[in-house]
Nanobody, 119 residues
């Protein structure tokens, strides 16, 4: 089992910044990929940013140039630095750990943290 705990959400004005953090523990594997997803009301959960164990990152087009994902394998943390926030970034943000074996993909989720961008 993997436990993921997010922190850092809150209310921020448009154009502002916010940093989310995720602490993960339990059955951690060095090759786990980590990521941040978000889900706005009435919408499907979507990938915001991902990072492999080797540090390769990928981003949703809507956040490229504004968000930065990072991980500290020694501290078992993943962070999402968000800048130039827009109202459309409002959502519940979830930390994700992903791993694979020969048969399937496994996904582990945190409880989510609310980010609200509003004036």
């Amino acid at each position: 089992q993997v436990q993921l705990v997010e922190s850092g959400g809150g209310l921020v004005q448009p154009g502002g910044s916010l940093k989310l953090s995720c602490a993960y523990s339990g059955d951690i594997r060095s090759d786990d990929a980590m990521g941040w997803y978000r889900q706005a009301p009435g919408k499907q959960r979507e990938l915001v940013a991902g990072i492999t164990s080797g540090g390769i990152t990928n981003y949703a087009d809507s956040v490229k140039g504004r968000f930065t994902i990072s991980r500290d394998n020694a501290k078992n943390t993943v962070a999402l630095q968000m800048t130039s926030l827009k109202p459309e970034d409002t959502a519940v943000y979830y930390c994700n750990a992903k791993r694979w074996d020969a048969l399937r993909e496994y996904n582990y989720w945190g409880q989510g943290t609310q980010v609200t961008v509003s004036s």
